[in-house]
């Protein structure tokens, strides 16, 4: 694996793991994997005039997030609703813009050849969300146990919220490579809810999370390299069974 290629992995992986503790948090498993597949029109766009499909799903990503949070504030309707209604519109556009094997490569990630552009864009990416999270976390965490007591206390909570879905769509964004649409939102996900189980604390679970999501990504892309296979279903293969060992570890601690 190429140095660089393993630093932007790298540093995906922490922003996903520390992301993906909030997201935990706040109830968005499902709505977070929906998020994801937001990338895919704006993927399909880009084949089909020739630009970069990364780019195409970094604008797509980003118009889906405000979209959200737009029809969210002006409706009352839940995030996670909305984001279920315009996960659907995007799979249905996306999939009828990308086909063949660019669909594939679009569901499943292409690593391919890293561009500089690339590498330096997706590390300030990186940076930008883990400086978000850590910087940000108090608030996050009061806004998320009681909306009313953090205004009081001075916090904007739309516009946290705002920027919290913007964190996470850059997330996701960086990953488009690795695992794709279909793929990125679990490894928000999984870290998270392993560390869910294993953390005695906020900074803990940052730890455990960002432990799983860098083990799971570097280990999953080395083997998949090997054995010739795409590297998203195989890094996703390896959070899973470190969820599924937390689990064990979890009952074995309860009946100890």
Known sequence: MQG???AL???MAVAAGLVGCFAVMRR?????DAMSHVALPGIGLALMFHFHPVLGGVAALFVGTLMVWGLGRRTGISTETVIGVVFSLALAVGSMLA???ELVDALLGAPGTLGGWEL???LAGSAVVVAFVLTQRNRLVLAL???DIARTSGIRVARLELVYLLAFALTVALGLRYLGVLLMGSLVIIPAATAKHLARSLHGMFAIAVAVA???TVAGEIVAARIHRPTGPVIIAFAAALFFTSLALRRRGHAG
Do not use: R
């Not at 968005?28 to 977070?32: I, P, V, Y």
């Open 99 to 101: 086909t063949g094997d």
């Open 145 to 147: 146990v009681s909306a």
């Open 120 to 122: 330096a864009l997706g």
């Open 214 to 216: 860098v083990t799971s």
């Open 9 to 11: 992995s790298i540093g």
């Open 4 to 6: 660089a290629a393993l």
């Open 28 to 32: 968005m498993a499902l709505a977070s």
